[in-house]
Nanobody, 122 residues
Framework: QVQLVESGGGLVQPGGSLRLSCVAS????????MGWYRQAAGNQRALVAT???????NYADSVKGRFTISRDNAKNTVYLQMNSLKPEDTAVYYC????????????????WGQGTQVSVSS
């Protein structure tokens, strides 16, 4: 069973930085895309950034220039470096994996982590 575990959330002051990590486990052979989504209180879950295995990245307009997604395919890990954080970045951040191929030929898609809270407040 493919699982995603996020870490790195916390409370930070406006203008500060945080780095989120997400590790995928479960006899994984490859993952096509890994990404980050966030859900603020009362809102729907929304895209933050994605990173395909081929190296293509995509960002929400609201985080362009402030957030950077990176990926270590050998470690099945995706990171989100968040700089110049704003109070409106406060949300639960979820890791997502799509197009997962497992050893033995199995597959999984649209796998979610449990989420990590990011709070930006003075």
């Amino acid at each position: 069973q493919v699982q995603l575990v996020e870490s790195g959330g916390g409370l930070v002051q406006p203008g500060g930085s945080l780095r989120l990590s997400c590790v995928a486990s479960g006899n994984i052979f490859s993952i096509y895309a890994m990404g980050w989504y966030r859900q603020a209180a009362g809102n729907q879950r929304a895209l933050v950034a994605t990173f395909t295995r081929g190296g293509r990245t995509n960002y929400a307009d609201s985080v362009k220039g402030r957030f950077t997604i990176s990926r270590d395919n050998a470690k099945n890990t995706v990171y989100l470096q968040m700089n110049s954080l704003k109070p409106e970045d406060t949300a639960v951040y979820y890791c997502n994996a799509g197009g997962v191929t497992t050893l033995g030929g199995g597959s999984a898609n649209n796998v979610w982590g449990q989420g990590t809270q990011v709070s930006v407040s003075s």
